[in-house]
């Protein structure tokens, strides 16, 4: 029977934030909901179609080069108009239009012009939804509120990965771009239902910003290079996470056999249930860290887990519990990352460039994309597995924890 009482207890548990807080953490639900099935799940689709890895990486680097020009102009405006509603519709629109591309691409052009669209809705969406939050989460401190919108995508990638993953096996094959059409109209919608709500609390921020440039005008943090090279690090990982790691599974490793797509399938959905679990309570703890505690937890966690992966690629025996505890390792680093990331640069950012300091974190999402799978692809098309690039991603990993452990503390 089911408890009322629990019911109960979750409204209070959400009511507790704040309402435009909430609104965002359900645009980034359905903004991940869309493009968990899109991320995870689209080198495996053109795979099947007769891509080779190197076509698909290059997909991936032409995305990241269009997020780049999109996100330096999204940074600008956000700096200076301090409006979010535009930024979030426009942004859907062009995914919509990245969906139908890659919905009727047979080949490696409409492939390649999905994955542009996909770049550009990207480079305008990410550094809107990170921009907004830390001015709807009054009076929730930040890397909280940061960890309620991460645990909100978490969720949200989780169900569109597995939701789009069943769709794909058993309905059509490119379902996750049907899905995240879906989505990105709900986005539309709520958007535009509290335009007016979401304008008037950015413009009474704008305001006070601009009191507070004119008194203190701050110079970017001395460690800001050190830092941004971790994050690109740590976000190029998460894209030979996502792409690389499935294709690298799918054809071997140097003696481990190649392992069959419904394995691959089952561990990837468990490091995204295991993400959901743990993003809320990790991100909570680490909310009461040291402001580099959660980089630091995550470089290592990295670093082990890319280990493993490298490792398993020379074995033929247990090789599934090896992947299995990389994948542990990180749902840990992820779960710490990202809303520790987020907090990071919007904090060592000058009050009048906090637009900009979002849009770079956005970037180097993209610098990760950009990098990781094209010479990833490269690699696996040439040698047939990719455990040199396990093997180096766990070097600079643990290499950039003890610079960072060393010098600023």
């Known amino acids: 029977m089911v408890n009322p009482n629990k019911f109960l207890i979750n409204k209070l548990w959400w009511s507790q934030f704040p ?3 909430r609104l965002i953490t359900k645009i980034r639900f359905f903004a991940s909901f869309g493009a968990g099935g899109v991320i995870y799940l689209t080198s495996l689709i053109f795979n099947n179609i007769g891509l080779s890895a190197t076509e698909i990486g290059l997909g991936f680097t032409i995305s990241a080069i269009i997020g780049t020009l999109t996100r330096l102009f999204t940074g600008n405006y956000l700096n200076k108009k301090y409006e979010i509603h535009y930024p979030l519709v426009i ?3 062009i995914s919509v239009a990245a969906g139908f591309f890659l919905i009727i691409s047979k080949d490696t052009f409409f492939y390649i012009v999905g994955q542009a669209f996909v770049g550009a809705a990207a480079g305008i969406y990410w550094p809107t939804a990170e921009f907004v939050v830390p001015y709807f989460c009054h009076p929730i401190n930040t890397r909280k509120a940061y960890a309620l919108v991460r645990s909100s995508e978490a969720l949200g990638i989780f169900l569109g990965v597995f939701i789009g993953g069943f769709m794909n096996n058993f309905i059509y094959l490119k379902s996750i771009f049907i899905n995240d059409i879906f989505c990105m109209f709900t986005i539309i919608f709520l958007v535009l239902r509290n335009k007016t709500s979401i304008k008037k609390i950015l413009e009474n921020y704008q305001k006070s910003s601009l009191d507070l440039i004119k008194t203190n005008q701050e110079k970017w943090n001395k460690n800001t290079l050190l830092i941004v090279s971790s994050l690109v690090l740590i976000t190029t990982s998460l894209a030979l996470i996502q792409v690389t790691l499935p294709l690298d599974l799918v054809k071997g490793g ?3 056999d190649a392992i069959n797509e419904r394995i691959i399938s089952f561990i990837i959905s468990f490091q995204l249930i295991l993400l959901l ?4 309570p990790i991100g909570s703890w680490i909310s009461k ?5 959660g980089l630091k937890f995550s470089l290592i966690n990295f ?3 890319s280990f493993l992966l490298f490792i398993s690629s020379y074995l033929n025996f247990a090789t599934f519990y090896f992947v299995f505890i990389a994948m542990i390792l990180v749902g840990l680093g992820t779960s710490s990352f990202l809303p520790t990331s987020t907090d990071i640069v919007f904090c060592i950012a000058p009050l009048n460039k906090k637009g900009y300091a979002l849009a770079l ?3 180097c999402f993209a610098m990760g994309y950009f990098f990781g799978p094209f010479i990833s692809g490269r690699v696996l098309d040439f040698f047939g597995y990719a455990s040199i690039i396990w093997g180096a991603i766990s070097f600079f990993c643990f290499l950039m924890f003890a ?3 060393k010098k600023l503390f």
């Open 19 to 21: 309402f435009h807080l």
């Open 91 to 93: 942004s859907s629109l």
């Open 254 to 256: 140097v003696y481990r």
């Open 277 to 280: 679990i743990i993003q809320w």
């Open 289 to 293: 860290k040291g402001k580099l505690f």
């Open 303 to 305: 670093s082990f887990a």
């Open 361 to 363: 974190l956005s970037q």
């Open 403 to 405: 610079i960072i452990f």
